[in-house]
């Protein structure tokens, strides 16, 4: 499959996950000269998304630490808490992964949950 870096427009390498992580985690599409990559679904070499570089790593980390809590905190449940996400991003159910999501998408996640706290009595 032929998978292209968004940031370089090249196509990126397909290779073990050991060449970025410390471990493998299976295989990945990484383009070196951006430090991006993108992991596949298990057994395929069909791409999770687009490749992420560092920004939108952390920018996925953060919209996932201010995500969770709406559902480790037991106020809604994670399908629930999915559900209301995807109405505030206007976004399928299906699409409404962070996984997936560029960084725009992630601040927007940060800002709805952070407006959801604030207006809890
Ligand atoms: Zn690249």
Known sequence: ??????????????????RVYRKSYGMIYYCKPCNAWVGVHEGTK?????????????????AHFYFDRLWK????SRKAAYKWLSGQLHKPVAQTHIGMFD???????????????RDQP
């Open 46 to 62: 069909k791409p999770l998304g687009v490749l992420a570089n560092a920004e939108l790593r952390r920018w996925k980390k953060k």
């Open 73 to 76: 905190s037991k106020l809604m």
């Open 103 to 117: 960084v725009s998408d992630c601040k927007r996640v940060v800002e709805v949950v952070f407006k959801f706290w």
């Open 1 to 18: 499959m032929n998978v292209i870096c968004q940031y370089c427009g090249k196509p990126a390498q397909f290779v073990d996950s050991s």
